[in-house]
């Protein structure tokens, strides 16, 4: 890549009205934590507090004509870090052995936990990132443990604390706190100063740390994780949900909560001239990018901002002027003719690596921050019934898939990242759905890296219409997870599909309220999309009164299953199509069960050689109107663990993967998965 050091005066570009600032939000210096006085369901469980609205404090605003997302009163970061480390940058990984304790009783709080001077040493140990789930839970993957014992079912809160050296050369520096995971809630202290609580099990977060720093001294993190029980009695054969009209999801869905630190955490230094995230988008010769750029210093910054668009692009170094006032956020447009930029697909993966430069007075001046980022070029539309890619029509050949393997739960190492991702790949599928949840960013990266499509959810899994009301009028959590998933995962080409929701309740006399809900979801992403994403969701029905509102129709079917028969699946998409003929149609779930060895005639529930044949009936009626539908999403990859109230034989197992859980051992159905899919690509 070439260094943008001494541009030309012909690559110099004075962008008058190119860049833009405002104010950076008001927030606490000190934030508050709750008082500790948490309330109980009815049976005993303990709930978490709950602000009037979510803890935090995410927002849009457009800065010069760039929508931007805050949270925590700064702009939400690109999370990196994880992986990448800049060179203007400093990084003190939190991956580690941290001290850990329950708190069941809610004590905690109360006696200190949080507080420098507490005594932690009688304390166990944990890893992060890890699951407490598999802190002490033998036979979490086997068919035949019994359900309900060990860690896995220990929920509430639970406490971590580990101490940091902060260097000293940090005190001209600004500071956040990063981390990927946290289930389902947490809230952070520095030394004994709240630094804000995150709601959302599989969003990252930052958090800025600049009251509680004290550069050149060891300091205490302490970390409050909850997790709301699923039920008052996992051992009750007619078990009581326990639910929460503010937390997403609201009540037990079916699949595994994965509890505690569950990514990587770690803090980052970056000078008081930020380069918080770089947006890319290109098309027709060009690369358009969006450094965020912000000023935590108390003195204007005037300076020049620098975008390499990578080897490969056929496109030079351009320079525009960066001009920030104090404690502001700006945006600095660049636009670069790349005319050599190749096409990213499924059959020919090519990305590229654009970087961002910022330097102080001139061009050539001292380098201020750096930030790269890795993107793609190609164009996704709709019409005609068609999702096309490069004016080219998809077939999306896809599997639904959860995160997580029987030894490492949720917490999953990059080996066992390229090993699930890996069985993908191997059976032909072109496409996977992110089903109800944001991934870690390595599989964005591998999709991106693979040519593997992707579907991206968020959490919003069976609301019904009092939540969704909740959500959209006050308490705007749904929202918040929308607008971080289209933030975090836009520069990425792999992700084709923005999904809203799954099988959420529908409220009588033409949906208000849901529609409203999608409505705002809908402009939550399409608000800080660039490339115009199509959004879709997983309906619980065909006749989804809000299908107008999608770009692409989704929904789940189980003819022959939960109703109807095999063959009404056909009629059914004739009939969406005839509503709706300029809509594309995916279908988001299909599957049925088997357990694995149990062989018989392909009309025998439960058998391989049922579970196959269904799939089977549902993939020829799919693929025979490829004019109109766009793909085909069998539920599930693998076999996956639930704390719903069923499966309780097998575990807590469902048993409807291509693939068993622990062993990870094919079923018939993988086999004809893999026959039909045939060779990956469009």
């Known amino acids: 890549m070439s260094e943008p050091t001494h541009p030309s005066r012909r690559t110099v570009v004075t962008a008058l009205g190119a860049a833009g600032f405002v104010a950076l939000p008001a927030w606490p210096e000190t934030a508050r934590a709750a008082d500790g006085t948490a309330t109980a369901a009815a049976d005993g469980p303990v709930l978490d507090t709950h602000p009037a609205t979510e803890p935090s404090g995410t927002h849009v605003r457009d800065v010069e004509g760039t929508n931007v997302v805050f949270q925590y009163g700064a702009v939400l970061p690109a999370f990196d870090g994880w992986r990448t480390r800049e060179p203007t940058r400093e990084y003190l990984s939190l ?24 005594d932690d040493r009688a304390w166990g140990l944990i890893d992060v990132p890890s699951a407490w789930d598999l802190l002490d839970t033998p036979g979490f993957g086997s068919e035949t443990a019994p359900f309900g014992r060990g860690t896995a079912f220990a929920d509430g809160y639970a406490w971590y604390r580990t101490a940091v050296d902060v260097p000293g050369s940090w005190r001209a520096r600004h500071v956040r706190m990063a981390f990927l995971a946290a289930g389902y809630s947490a809230e952070v202290w520095l030394d004994g100063t709240y630094l804000g609580k995150h709601e959302g099990a599989n969003s990252p977060f930052a958090l800025p740390v600049a009251g509680a720093l004290r550069p050149g001294t060891r300091q205490t993190i302490a970390v409050r994780v909850f997790r709301r029980a699923s039920y008052t009695d996992y051992a009750d054969s007619t078990p009581q949900p326990v639910t929460d009209d503010h937390e997403v999801p609201y009540k037990p869905v079916d699949h595994w909560p994965y509890a505690g630190l569950t990514r990587s955490a770690w803090i980052e230094a970056v000078p008081q001239v930020t380069i918080a995230k770089l947006l890319v988008a290109g098309a027709d010769g060009r690369i358009e990018a969006r450094a965020v750029v912000e000023n935590h210093g108390a ?4 300076g020049f901002l620098a975008l390499d668009p990578g080897r490969g692009s056929g496109g030079r170094p351009t320079v525009v002027e960066a001009r920030i006032a104090a404690r502001s956020a700006g945006v600095v447009r660049v636009s670069v003719h790349a005319p050599r930029a190749p096409r990213w697909s499924p059959a020919s993966p090519r990305t590229l690596t654009a970087r961002a430069t910022l330097t102080a007075g001139k061009p050539s001046g001292p380098r201020v921050d750096t930030l790269s980022t890795v993107y793609g070029v190609r164009e996704l539309t709709v019409g005609d019934a068609q999702l096309r890619l490069d004016d080219q029509p998809l077939f999306l050949k896809g599997l639904n898939w959860h995160e997580e393997t029987a030894e490492h739960g949720r917490a999953m190492t990059p080996a066992a990242y390229d090993r699930e991702l890996g069985h ?17 960013p390595y599989v964005y990266d591998w999709a991106d890296e693979h040519g593997v499509l992707v579907m991206d959810d968020i959490d919003t899994m069976w609301l019904n219409t009092a939540q969704e009301k909740l959500q959209t009028e006050r308490y705007g959590l749904a929202r918040a997870l929308a607008l971080t998933m289209a933030w975090n995962q836009h520069n990425h080409p792999s992700v084709i599909l923005w999904g809203l929701q799954n099988e959420s309740e529908i409220d009588a006399d033409g949906a208000p309220v849901y529609r409203a809900w999608l409505a705002d979801l809908k402009a939550a992403v399409k608000s800080v999309d660039l490339t115009a994403r199509p959004v879709t969701w997983a309906s619980s029905t065909s006749n989804d009164p809000a299908f107008d509102l999608a770009d692409v129709i989704g929904f789940n079917e189980y003819f022959g299953y939960f109703y109807g028969q095999d063959a009404d699946l056909g009629p059914t998409l004739d009939a969406v199509h005839a509503k709706y003929p300029d809509k594309p ?28 044949a269904r ?28 704390r719903a109230g069923y499966n309780q034989d097998y575990n807590g197992i469902s048993v409807m993967g291509l693939l068993t859980f622990g062993e990870e051992r094919p079923k018939l159905v993988h086999e004809e998965f893999r026959k039909a899919a045939g060779p990956k690509g469009r």
Request: with cysteine; charged share 20%.
């Open 95 to 118: 991956d580690r052995r941290w001290r850990f304790r329950f708190d069941p009783g809610n004590q905690g709080l109360g006696e200190g936990w949080q507080s420098p001077r507490f």
């Open 299 to 302: 003195s204007d910054f005037d």
């Open 424 to 440: 993908i790949t191997a059976v032909g599928a072109n496409f996977i759905r992110n089903c109800v949840y944001n991934r870690h």
């Open 585 to 612: 149609i995916l279908i988001t779930e299909n599957g049925t069960w088997s357990l694995a060895g149990n062989h018989g005639p392909s009309t025998t529930e439960g058998t391989e050689e049922w579970q196959a």
């Open 615 to 642: 799939f089977t009936a549902h993939w020829t009626q799919v693929v025979a109107r490829g004019a109109f539908v766009a793909g085909f999403t069998y539920w599930v990859l693998k076999d996956y663990k639930q």
